[in-house]
């Protein structure tokens, strides 16, 4: 049977069930899971914004803790095309069909009329209603899926029924292809693919100065911001990507150097004029409607000289993570023989953390990685093949900080080394002894973690290949200490050689697997509890 060992600051403990009292739920009693139903029911709970889905989701996790509640396959489904999960919501058909996951099986919502190839949908993002805000009209305050379409329309589809909630043409001139938040759920970026020359267009020394185009919106209700293009011209012909996020303009550079500007400085310096969706307006002297055919949306952002600079750092891959409390950031230094190894640094000075250098010494065929934990609580989580270090940021003096272990989750495997029997020409047995990779297939080897907000519970994949089959287990952790919680046996196998998702929301796991010849399949799991019959 396989176990996890679980080391926190100061003890250390195999597997014990977590102490959820523990936990601070705003009393210093603990109460049972009936408890907190009859107070439920009598609406003896305070009345502030929250408490009552806080307590909800206690008695959730109360009850998913309990050796009687077991997580059963209940759905799976297979399809050629890529399969999607967010909040709830299963799509199918590159967004066409949606099914909902909520409930004791997945069920569909609607199917979208099948479409041209060019009205096909490109990229789509779930945009959820606000809470305790009226709109002007209805449509506005609907939760629905905004889709990008290959013709350059962006949709509002009604995420209950499919409905047409209104449409944007975007550009005649670029050809959008991504969508990705600025701030999720408030404003949303639209990106270009890349302007590239054709071989003869080089040849010729045809330039092309502008290298993608963005377009911002504010989506509820859909309202245009800006749309602006990023030029050679202004910040060099080594740029290889520019995008925006959380108000921050970040642009790559081919030579691993990431510059940051500040979006709203530029907003404030360069911008031409308002426009609003429906507006008149002329191009080339010909009229037109903001965000209708023939020309869409004009660029009211005209960036002329490089703006101003919040910081630049070179790194490996253009692989730069901003984070923590206070703010700092994550790199690996820009040479090949530093993958691998991270630099935890201030954004505020540049300085470099104490015990800020994070290694995991392993060597396998695949590199560790690292992230700022979604829980906002400033941690970092570090995964490597055999272990997750769960690490923290304190103060020691004037503002210096320095990196600590919060807990170590590690996987049960035994390092042991093999022996290698080799036979020379003349028949001379050698043996060779060598140690496995630290991600060797026949070693328990973490493959995904994920993160349950409202529950507050840390999900481990980790998967064993036995003979041809893959084995995956999803181990549940309590979020603030690491203690094991449950272990979960997904029923088929996890093909390591191809890529797999594994999304964790409330009662529900979801694996989408993606198989060779553009094979999808998608596996529902559901919490259920057994009952002992009584003597």
């Not at 549940?476 to 390591?496: A, F, M, P």
Request: charged content about 20%; proline content about 4%.
């Amino acid at each position: 049977m396989s176990f996890c060992t679980v080391q926190s600051q100061g003890t250390s403990e195999n597997c014990p069930q977590p102490p959820l009292s523990s936990r601070n739920t705003g009393s210093t009693k603990t109460c049972n899971v009936c408890i907190l139903l009859f107070r439920r029911s009598s609406g003896i709970f305070r009345d502030q914004a929250g408490v009552f889905y806080r307590k909800n989701m206690m008695l959730l996790c109360q009850l998913m803790c309990q050796d009687t509640t077991v997580f059963k396959n209940v759905w799976m489904k297979r399809s050629k095309c890529p399969v999607a999960y967010e909040k709830g919501r299963i799509f199918f058909e590159n967004y066409r069909c949606c099914y909902n996951s909520i409930g004791v099986k997945p069920h569909r919502l609607y199917e979208l009329p099948k479409c041209s190839k060019v009205e096909k949908i490109q990229d789509a993002l779930l945009c959820e209603c606000p809470i305790g805000e009226t709109l002007s009209t209805p449509a506005d305050s609907e939760s629905c899926l905004l889709a990008l379409t290959t013709n350059n329309w962006l949709h509002r589809y009604s995420i209950k029924t499919g409905k047409l909630l209104g449409s944007v043409y975007l550009s005649s001139q670029c050809k959008f292809r991504y969508l990705s938040w600025d701030i999720p759920q408030e404003t949303l970026v639209i990106k270009s693919v890349q302007n590239k020359l054709t071989p003869l267009a080089r040849q010729a020394g045809v330039v092309q100065p502008s290298l993608l185009c963005l377009a911002v919106f504010q989506v509820l209700p859909l309202t245009l911001l800006w749309m602006l293009e990023i030029s050679k011209n202004v910040f060099g012909n080594n740029i290889i990507d520019a995008t925006i996020s959380h108000g921050i303009l970040i642009v790559t550079y081919s030579m691993g150097l990431v510059r940051l500007y500040s979006f709203k400085q530029i907003t404030e310096k360069f911008m031409l004029q308002k426009s609003v969706l429906g507006q008149k307006f002329e191009k080339n002297g010909c009229p037109g409607l903001v965000g209708l055919p023939p020309f869409g949306i004009p660029f009211n952002i005209q960036i002329t000289e490089p703006p101003l600079l919040l910081l630049e750092v070179s790194c490996l891959e253009n692989a730069l993570q901003i984070g923590g409390f206070p703010w700092h950031y994550i790199v690996t230094p820009n040479k090949k023989q530093n993958k691998g190894i991270y630099h935890i640094c201030s954004l505020k000075d540049d300085l470099l953390a104490k015990n800020g250098i994070q290694e995991m010494n392993c060597c396998s065929m695949e590199s560790d990685w690292i992230y700022f934990h979604p829980d906002d609580s400033g941690r970092i989580i570090h995964v490597g093949p055999g272990k997750i270090n769960m690490l923290k940021l304190t103060e020691i003096h004037d503002s210096q900080y320095q990196v600590m272990q919060d807990y170590i989750i590690v996987a049960a495997r035994e390092n042991k080394a093999n022996q290698k029997i080799t036979v020379t020409s003349s028949g001379r047995v050698v043996k060779k002894r060598y140690n496995q990779l630290d991600d060797d297939p026949e070693q328990e080897t973490f493959k995904i973690v994920e993160y349950e907000d409202e529950l507050d519970l840390l999900a481990t994949v980790a998967v064993t290949q036995t003979e041809a089959d893959g084995k995956a287990l999803v181990r549940l952790h309590d979020n603030q200490t690491g203690v094991l919680i449950k272990e979960i046996n997904l029923e088929e196998s996890w093909d390591v050689t191809h890529s797999n998702e594994l999304f964790f929301d409330r009662d529900t796991i979801v694996h989408l697997e993606n198989l060779p010849n553009r094979n999808y399949t998608c596996y529902v799991y559901k919490m259920i509890r057994h009952f002992q019959d009584e003597d």
